[in-house]
């Protein structure tokens, strides 16, 4: 029988790419949703609220693991109301996983939790698991979504946390429109260049999530990025050269300002801030990257894909 896996908010950018990773491997796939209940491309799309236990929580009884990607967008204006549901969407989707995994007779061997590299601020020195944290309301929200992942110890299921790099897929994420601009000749240097950005490909984060789905040796945190940070300057260069662009204008940080909160209607600080972060343990673990060149990793992004 195929092993089941639970993807608690499962339906946006990161749960879907894994659900399709899965499922190429023989993975029966139940997504929890806020969304009304439905069937889609052999998946199964089971309502939650994110935040209290009803009949979906015996979706988790004898399933294999439990891969937890709920959150409110950060890409918003952290207003008062949207930095409270920031929080309580991450905070409140782990407390009740772990109160439904409580109540298994057959818990998940693995609950794995999707964090945040944020955790470690705006930095241009080199972090690895142990570096110290940052300070702000992201560095916050990372900190209190990590404390309440692990307060306590589940008996039985090993608990994974990811901090996640910028992850390049298709469909989606952050990549999608940084190609547009470029596209559209407006892929120059955002801010001052210098902010690091800690990228890894989709495709490695799925092979890790499933390393940690079954490799008793997983537990604890780990970076969840690749091995080669870049500056913006050389991340958005890297981008244009691969597009077949030439040079194209710097937005300078007042532009971005003024462009996040007027027309993008974001934080400015997601583009103008970053972080040099290294998977350490990941790789001591002996994970192989299958994109360690960021030109390989936007060469394959933007292949046209076979159907
Ligand atoms: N994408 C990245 O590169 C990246 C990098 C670092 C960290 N992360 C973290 O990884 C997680 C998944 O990322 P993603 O890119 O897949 O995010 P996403 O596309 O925004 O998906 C998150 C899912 O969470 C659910 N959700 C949103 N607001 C909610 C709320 N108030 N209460 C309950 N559920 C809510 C939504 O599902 P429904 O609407 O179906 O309920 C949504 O599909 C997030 O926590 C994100 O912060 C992502």
């Given at each position: 029988?195929?092993?089941?896996?639970?993807?608690?908010?499962?339906?946006?950018?990161?749960?879907e790419?894994?659900?399709?990773?899965?499922?190429?491997?023989n993975?029966?796939?139940?997504?929890?949703s806020?969304?009304?209940?439905?069937?889609?491309?052999?998946?199964?799309?089971?309502?939650?609220?994110?935040?209290?236990?009803?009949?979906?929580?015996?979706?988790?009884?004898?399933?294999?693991?439990?891969?937890?990607?709920?959150?409110?967008?950060?890409?918003?204006?952290?207003?008062?109301?949207n930095?409270?549901?920031?929080?309580?969407?991450?905070?409140?989707?782990?407390?009740?996983?772990?109160?439904?995994?409580?109540?298994?007779?057959?818990?998940?061997?693995?609950?794995?939790?999707?964090?945040?590299?944020?955790?470690?601020?705006?930095?241009?020195?080199?972090?690895?698991?142990?570096?110290?944290?940052?300070?702000?309301?992201?560095?916050?929200?990372?900190?209190?979504?990590?404390?309440?992942?692990?307060?306590?110890?589940?008996?039985?299921?090993?608990?994974?946390?990811?901090?996640?790099?910028?992850?390049?897929?298709?469909?989606?994420?952050?990549?999608?429109?940084?190609?547009?601009?470029?596209?559209?000749?407006?892929?120059?240097?955002?801010g001052?260049?210098?902010?690091y950005i800690?990228?890894?490909?989709?495709?490695?984060?799925?092979?890790?999530?499933?390393?940690?789905?079954?490799?008793?040796?997983?537990?604890?945190?780990?970076?969840?990025?690749?091995?080669?940070?870049?500056?913006?300057?050389?991340?958005?260069?890297?981008?244009?050269?691969?597009?077949?662009?030439?040079?194209?204008?710097?937005?300078?940080?007042?532009f971005?300002?003024?462009?996040?909160?007027?027309?993008?209607?974001?934080?400015?600080?997601?583009?103008?801030?970053?972080?040099?972060?290294?998977?350490?343990?990941?790789?001591?673990?002996?994970?192989?990257?299958?994109?360690?060149?960021?030109?390989?990793?936007?060469?394959?992004?933007?292949?046209?894909?076979?159907?």
């Amino acid at each position: 029988m195929a092993k089941k896996i639970v993807l608690a908010g499962g339906s946006g950018f990161l749960g879907e790419n894994l659900a399709d990773y899965l499922q190429h491997r023989n993975y029966d796939i139940v997504i929890l949703s806020r969304q009304p209940e439905k069937v889609e491309k052999g998946i199964r799309y089971i309502q939650w609220d994110g935040r209290s236990i009803s009949s979906w929580a015996s979706e988790l009884d004898g399933s294999h693991a439990v891969v937890n990607f709920t959150g409110k967008s950060v890409n918003c204006i952290y207003t008062k109301k949207n930095r409270e549901e920031i929080v309580s969407s991450r905070i409140d989707s782990v407390h009740v996983l772990k109160e439904a995994i409580d109540r298994c007779s057959r818990p998940p061997q693995a609950f794995i939790q999707a964090g945040s590299l944020a955790i470690f601020g705006d930095t241009t020195l080199l972090c690895d698991e142990d570096s110290p944290h940052g300070s702000g309301f992201s560095v916050e929200v990372c900190q209190r979504w990590e404390e309440e992942f692990f307060k306590e110890k589940i008996p039985g299921t090993r608990q994974v946390l990811f901090r996640i790099g910028f992850a390049l897929g298709r469909n989606g994420g952050a990549f999608e429109p940084l190609q547009k601009l470029a596209s559209f000749n407006l892929g120059g240097t955002v801010g001052s260049g210098k902010q690091y950005i800690s990228w890894l490909h989709v495709d490695d984060l799925n092979a890790m999530f499933l390393y940690a789905i079954e490799s008793e040796r997983f537990s604890g945190i780990y970076n969840a990025t690749g091995p080669q940070p870049v500056t913006n300057k050389e991340f958005m260069k890297t981008l244009r050269a691969v597009m077949g662009k030439g040079w194209a204008p710097p937005t300078p940080s007042p532009f971005v300002w003024l462009g996040a909160y007027t027309l993008l209607r974001t934080e400015p600080s997601l583009a103008l801030t970053g972080r040099n972060c290294v998977p350490s343990r990941i790789v001591e673990q002996g994970f192989e990257f299958s994109y360690t060149s960021l030109e390989d990793a936007f060469r394959d992004l933007l292949q046209p894909v076979s159907e």
